[in-house]
């Protein structure tokens, strides 16, 4: 298998990995906390509680009930995001050793597009988000695991973004502008 392969090969096993998790976290809330109290972790601070009747749409309800615009979006951003994805590849393809920084902005795409995509499960086969992670020391919506993949890859790669990553990365990953050497 030559590099090439590997370093799509490498980003779909994670992605697999990541949505396969969620799935089966949904699943067994589905399965076992669905209809029943919540199920403390840690008392006063975080328990597992299913979300009656799903989450249609955004954190806090925000767009309730609007799932078409909410897959039209989802799929607007895993387009843009495999863009950048593919920029990644497309840049640093002759540099199999990547940069660390490069790498972690690569693994954050995919945590991206992993929460994405396991939301967009969600929507298109039951019409809501199924929601059952909650944290009970602030007044905090409901969320699920895409949802963490989701917040946490959006603000490590701000961070990143701001600290990190140099200009020439930067304007070489996150473009639209089609690369010279691209036919």
């Keep these: 298998m030559n590099k090439n392969h590997l370093f799509w090969l490498k980003n779909a096993l994670l992605l697999a990995f990541l949505v396969a998790f969620d799935q089966i976290t949904k699943y067994l809330a589905k399965a076992h906390i669905k209809g029943q109290k919540s199920y403390t972790i840690i008392k006063n601070i975080v328990?597992?509680?299913?979300?009656?009747?799903?989450?249609?749409?955004?954190?806090?309800g925000i767009l309730s009930g609007r799932i078409i615009l909410f897959i039209i979006f989802t799929i607007f951003a895993l387009i843009v995001i495999g863009k950048f994805i593919y920029n990644i590849y497309k840049k640093y393809k002759t540099d199999y050793s990547l940069n660390p920084t490069v790498k972690t902005l690569n693994i954050l795409m995919i945590v991206?597009?992993?929460g994405a995509i396991g939301n967009l499960i969600d929507r298109m086969a039951n019409g809501?988000?199924?929601?059952?992670?909650?944290?009970?020391?602030?007044?905090?919506?409901?969320?699920?695991?895409?949802?963490?993949y989701i917040t946490v890859s959006c603000i490590l790669l701000f961070i990143m973004c701001i600290f990190k990553v140099d200009n020439d990365t930067f304007n070489s990953v996150f473009t639209f502008k089609k690369n010279p050497e691209d036919k």
Excluded: E, M, Q, R
């Design 128 to 148: 809501y988000v199924i929601d059952f992670i909650s944290f009970d020391f602030i007044n905090f919506p409901i969320f699920n695991v895409a949802d963490c």
């Design 47 to 60: 328990s597992f509680k299913y979300l009656p009747g799903g989450n249609t749409g955004a954190a806090w």
């Design 112 to 114: 991206l597009v992993a």
